[in-house]
């Protein structure tokens, strides 16, 4: 099984600071990588796939990069929107597998 | 648009069995793989089972081998998932989820095994 390793865990930010949260594969998976947002009490939505691929409707602040084994997700100018958990997911084979999350908080 | 609702959640007993239902609409149901995704609460997510669009191929993560079983009825637009011997371990809000790469998410329902 490919194991997804995210860091950090959770990380505390202001308005306005540039966030990275990086995702690391435990083999080589291309660029079959996809990253969720979580709010409280809601379902995952998809913000990136393909690695760095933006979902519709999605703002251009976040964006997404990488292939192989290691992934980041930039979020440009956080928002009070924007606290959230976020995750990534391999799609490269099954069974499909999450990092652990990375919870963003306010500073 | 498309639209994913999950059913049939609820409090059951350890050993004991429950079926989930989501009801798919606003895309072509039959040419996409579909999955299951829990989280247990206060955790992370947790990838279940996948099924191809065909339902001729169907995935299951190990802790839940053996003991649940998913489906898919195209001609009803609706995905299941059988869960047998279910434990308390299993308890968490179950979503089902379209494509591979979980483009949409239904909302989700609850499951918990307890006595």
């Known amino acids: 099984d490919i194991q997804m390793t995210q860091s950090p865990s959770s990380l505390s930010a202001s308005v306005g600071d540039r966030v990275t949260i990086t995702c690391r594969a435990s083999q080589g998976i291309s660029n079959y990588l996809v ?30 990069s990488g292939s192989g084994t290691n992934f980041t997700l930039t979020i440009s100018s956080l928002q009070p929107e924007d606290f959230a958990t976020y995750y990534c997911q391999q799609y490269n084979s099954y069974p499909l597998t999450f990092g652990g999350g990375t919870k963003v908080e306010i500073k | 648009e498309v639209q994913l609702l999950e059913s049939g959640g609820g409090l059951v007993q350890p050993g004991g069995s429950v079926r989930l239902s989501c009801v798919a609409s606003g895309f072509t149901f039959s040419s996409y793989a579909m999955s299951w995704v829990r989280q247990a609460p206060g955790k992370g997510l947790e990838w279940v089972s996948g099924i191809s669009g065909s339902g001729g191929g169907t995935y299951y993560a190990d802790s839940v081998k053996g003991r649940f079983t998913i489906s898919r009825d195209n001609s009803k637009n609706t995905l299941y998932l059988q869960m047998n011997s279910l434990r308390g371990e299993d308890t968490a809000i179950y979503y089902c989820a379209k494509d591979i790469r979980g483009g949409d998410w239904g909302q989700g329902t609850v499951v918990t095994v307890s006595s």
């Not at chain 1, 691929?53 to 999605?58: A, N």
């Open chain 1, 35 to 64: 990253w969720f947002q979580q709010k409280p009490g809601k379902a995952p939505k998809s913000l990136i796939y393909a690695a760095s691929s933006l979902e519709g409707g999605v703002p251009s602040k976040f964006s997404g």
